[in-house]
């Protein structure tokens, strides 16, 4: 099979399809990225020491959460697969079950935030900070159960082909953010001051709040209220949990090593200077806001190969992967272009400190480079996910991360003497590795899923 099999109203019609699927869940993914602002904004406004307990307490979070996120991505293909294959009455099955993951993972949540006090003192934290730290953990704690649950009827509404409640909840939960912050955290209507404490349970309403928004949303939906998500009851069904954590857990492992590759970046700026550690501060932001729409193009790209691999039409699912492996690239290189010609001027956006500025100007025009391969990685990954294959792309992912960029990193930066710069080249080294290796395993795998319809890459040794 070639990847040009097919008219070019056909190729257009999927960019078209891509697009209009992927649209919101940029935006989704924009207010996601938004709420972490206002908190470190609104903690910011009451001191250095309640900031540093909101960052220091959401790294911590964030891990964990992206591993439980990572589970739980194995809802959009499998519905995807379902729907596609005119199985629509199986797909309520697999949501239910996915919400027992959910709360299993809430367990995982609850051993990390036990485990955070003797984690602050192995990394040498700053003892003023531990309370205030763990308090905004056991805030967000609360919010747990109600977090996992909207992600798993949110990848039902992805893997049916609507995306749109990810952008419509999204907003919701920015605005109950930025109330809720502003009532706990400063003490409003009667209420106590919880400081940057009050940030942790400001969330946890967030999420209550969105999952009930989007209950009801699935309940009066057309064709999602079909489904009958929430007509009966289950208990945990170990053959469909199996299957669901067969696809999820490469995935939540391959986000935790990509979290772990940047934790150790950021850890090893540390041992530099403090200049390093602000000007790596900025440039890993502005990628991560840049990565919000080839992230959304790589969700896009799991549902709609997901639908074909249901089809088991594989001329559709290459297609599909095809598609949005290239819009990836292309938006990533109109950022790629803006990175490499205005990278001061960015700089002065985030500090007025001459030293920082420089330092941030460097690492952005290598976060220039940096957006190609990040593009090509996470839409290989998407790609290959609406083909269920997760456990090739994890082994990828640690080859790419922990054997070449942290190690390659290292070395330039501390044995060659390139400093900052030197881990950042690492970390492109890892992604481009990562971006290559994926995309091929893609092209192989759709490959031979046109010789063999009957080829699943899930189960391949």
Same mark, same amino acid.
């Given at each position: 099979m070639r990847a040009g099999d097919g008219s070019g109203t056909v190729w257009l019609t999927e960019v078209a399809r891509t697009l209009r699927l992927a649209a919101p869940l940029v935006l989704g993914q924009l207010t996601t990225v938004l709420m972490t602002f206002v908190d470190t904004v609104m903690s910011g406004r009451l001191s250095a020491e309640a900031l540093a307990s909101v960052a220091a307490g959401a790294a911590i979070w964030h891990t964990a959460m992206l591993f439980g996120l990572g589970v739980l991505l194995a809802v959009p293909p499998s519905v995807a697969a379902l729907d596609g294959a005119g199985r629509r009455e199986e797909v309520a099955p697999v949501v239910r079950q996915s919400l027992w993951i959910g709360l299993a993972l809430t367990g995982l949540m609850v051993a990390v935030v036990t485990a955070s006090r003797p984690l602050l003192v192995a990394l040498d934290v700053d003892a003023v900070l531990h309370s205030t730290i763990l308090g905004y953990l056991q805030g967000l704690l609360w919010g747990a159960p109600a977090m996992f649950a909207f992600l798993s009827l949110r990848f039902l509404c992805e893997g049916m082909g609507n995306s749109r409640p990810v952008m419509y909840f999204g907003v919701?939960?920015?605005? @109950?953010?930025?109330? #809720?912050?502003?009532? &706990?955290?400063? !003490?409003?209507?009667?209420?106590? *001051?919880?400081?940057?404490?009050?940030?942790?349970?400001?969330?946890?309403?967030?999420?209550?709040?969105?999952?009930?928004?989007?209950?009801?949303?699935?309940?009066?939906?057309?064709?999602?209220?079909?489904?009958?998500?929430?007509?009966?009851?289950?208990?945990?069904?170990?053959?469909?949990?199996?299957?669901?954590?067969?696809?999820?857990?490469?995935?939540?492992?391959?986000?935790?090593?990509? @979290?772990?590759?940047? #934790?150790?970046?950021? &850890?090893?700026? !540390?041992?530099?200077?403090?200049? *390093?550690?602000?000007?790596?501060?900025?440039?890993?932001?502005?990628?991560s806001l840049t990565f919000m729409v080839p992230l959304g193009i790589s969700l896009a790209t799991t549902v709609r190969v997901g639908i074909a691999l249901g089809r088991r039409d594989a001329v559709s699912a290459a297609r599909a992967g095809w598609v949005g492996i290239l819009l990836a690239i292309s938006v990533q290189l109109v950022s790629a272009i803006v990175l490499f010609t205005i990278p001061e001027l960015i700089g002065r956006i985030y500090s007025r400190d001459v030293e920082v500025v420089a330092m941030a100007s460097q690492l952005l025009l290598l976060a220039a480079i940096f957006q190609l391969p990040d593009g090509l990685q996470v839409a290989g990954n998407g790609a290959l996910r609406g083909l269920k294959d997760t456990r090739g792309p994890l082994a990828i992912t640690v080859v790419a991360y922990w054997l070449i960029g942290l190690p390659s990193g290292y070395w330039l930066a501390f044995d060659r003497g390139l400093g900052p710069r030197g881990l950042w080249i690492g970390i492109i080294g890892g992604l481009t590795v990562a971006g290559v290796l994926l995309v091929a395993r893609f092209r192989r795998q759709s490959c031979r899923l046109a010789a063999n319809p009957a080829f699943v890459p899930e189960r391949e040794s």
């Amino acid at each position: 099979m070639r990847a040009g099999d097919g008219s070019g109203t056909v190729w257009l019609t999927e960019v078209a399809r891509t697009l209009r699927l992927a649209a919101p869940l940029v935006l989704g993914q924009l207010t996601t990225v938004l709420m972490t602002f206002v908190d470190t904004v609104m903690s910011g406004r009451l001191s250095a020491e309640a900031l540093a307990s909101v960052a220091a307490g959401a790294a911590i979070w964030h891990t964990a959460m992206l591993f439980g996120l990572g589970v739980l991505l194995a809802v959009p293909p499998s519905v995807a697969a379902l729907d596609g294959a005119g199985r629509r009455e199986e797909v309520a099955p697999v949501v239910r079950q996915s919400l027992w993951i959910g709360l299993a993972l809430t367990g995982l949540m609850v051993a990390v935030v036990t485990a955070s006090r003797p984690l602050l003192v192995a990394l040498d934290v700053d003892a003023v900070l531990h309370s205030t730290i763990l308090g905004y953990l056991q805030g967000l704690l609360w919010g747990a159960p109600a977090m996992f649950a909207f992600l798993s009827l949110r990848f039902l509404c992805e893997g049916m082909g609507n995306s749109r409640p990810v952008m419509y909840f999204g907003v919701l939960g920015l605005g @109950v953010n930025v109330v #809720a912050n502003y009532v &706990l955290i400063y !003490g409003k209507w009667g209420l106590p *001051a919880l400081g940057a404490i009050g940030c942790g349970y400001a969330t946890s309403i967030v999420w209550w709040t969105v999952l009930a928004a989007i209950a009801v949303y699935i309940r009066r939906h057309s064709t999602l209220s079909e489904l009958a998500i929430f007509e009966r009851l289950e208990g945990p069904d170990g053959r469909r949990i199996s299957e669901l954590l067969r696809l999820g857990l490469p995935i939540g492992f391959t986000f935790f090593i990509e @979290v772990s590759m940047f #934790a150790g970046v950021a &850890l090893l700026m !540390g041992s530099i200077s403090t200049v *390093a550690v602000a000007g790596h501060q900025v440039a890993i932001n502005v990628a991560s806001l840049t990565f919000m729409v080839p992230l959304g193009i790589s969700l896009a790209t799991t549902v709609r190969v997901g639908i074909a691999l249901g089809r088991r039409d594989a001329v559709s699912a290459a297609r599909a992967g095809w598609v949005g492996i290239l819009l990836a690239i292309s938006v990533q290189l109109v950022s790629a272009i803006v990175l490499f010609t205005i990278p001061e001027l960015i700089g002065r956006i985030y500090s007025r400190d001459v030293e920082v500025v420089a330092m941030a100007s460097q690492l952005l025009l290598l976060a220039a480079i940096f957006q190609l391969p990040d593009g090509l990685q996470v839409a290989g990954n998407g790609a290959l996910r609406g083909l269920k294959d997760t456990r090739g792309p994890l082994a990828i992912t640690v080859v790419a991360y922990w054997l070449i960029g942290l190690p390659s990193g290292y070395w330039l930066a501390f044995d060659r003497g390139l400093g900052p710069r030197g881990l950042w080249i690492g970390i492109i080294g890892g992604l481009t590795v990562a971006g290559v290796l994926l995309v091929a395993r893609f092209r192989r795998q759709s490959c031979r899923l046109a010789a063999n319809p009957a080829f699943v890459p899930e189960r391949e040794s």
